[in-house]
């Protein structure tokens, strides 16, 4: 297994509040990815990142913000939680490089009522 | 516009008989295409992938076929097994740049 960890597993929050999602690695890989995955529409990507302080987004990311200030930690934020971004999260890494496939973290289930 | 499709939302098959997954792409400048496997509650595994300058990749049980002028790829499992049974995205990119996922199929291997 690729070294990712997410944090938390699981939250459960209101509408309005400030949320923060982390994804932590350990295979010092440069390249990083937040995606989220609900029914019907496979993955999609929210932000990335090609190294510290390099973001970007990606098709979904109104209503999130990233920071990265180490290499090993991918900060996913919404600043005002809404009930659309209930989701399943998951962070991704990557080699740069053409054909490097992704690895997966095993997610965060986030809920908000 | 959904760039990558996967048309079968499930798939149910005997275990021991082949399992064909099937994905249809709209950008023909995809040149990078993969499979993810993905169990409940666990991130997506990479699974096997092929550049468009080959039409057949194997690994094991798992083969993966282009068809480039169809804009379509498959995975073939063979023999499929009861722990095949998961949800399986195709995914592609360009030149190295962000993956674009399929909407994925769920297969179930039955005993």
């Known amino acids: 297994d690729a070294g990712i960890t997410q944090s938390p597993r699981h939250k459960v929050t209101e509408t309005g509040t400030p949320v923060t999602l982390r994804c932590h690695q350990t295979?010092?890989?440069?390249?990083m990815y937040w995606y989220r995955q609900d029914p019907g529409h496979g993955l999609r990507l929210i932000h990335y990142?090609?190294?510290?302080?390099?973001?970007d987004k990606g098709e979904v990311s109104d209503g999130y913000s990233v920071s990265r200030s180490k290499t090993e930690d991918f900060l996913l934020t919404l600043e005002s939680a809404t009930s659309s971004q209930t989701s399943v999260y998951f962070c991704?890494?990557?080699?740069?490089?053409?054909?490097?496939?992704?690895?997966f973290g095993d997610g965060t289930r986030l809920s908000i009522l | 516009d959904q760039q990558v499709k996967q048309n079968s939302p499930s798939l149910s098959v005997q275990e021991g008989r082949i399992s064909i997954l099937n994905c249809d792409y709209t950008?023909?400048?995809?040149?990078?295409f993969l499979w993810y496997k993905k169990y409940p509650a666990e991130g997506p595994t990479f699974l096997i992938s092929?550049?468009?300058?080959?039409d057949k990749n194997e690994d094991g049980r798992f083969t993966v076929f282009l068809n480039k002028s169809a804009k379509h790829l498959s995975l073939h499992i063979v023999p499929s097994q009861p722990g095949d049974s998961a949800v399986y995205f195709c995914?592609?990119?360009?030149?190295?740049?962000?993956?674009?996922f399929g909407e994925g199929t769920q297969l179930t291997v039955n005993p």
């Open positions: 991704a890494i990557s080699e740069p490089g053409l054909n490097q496939p992704q690895h």
């Open positions: 295979e010092n890989h440069r390249y």
């Open positions: 990142s090609y190294g510290v302080k390099d973001t």
């Open positions: 950008n023909s400048m995809f040149d990078y």
């Open positions: 092929i550049s468009s300058i080959k």
């Open positions: 995914a592609a990119s360009e030149r190295g740049s962000r993956l674009t």
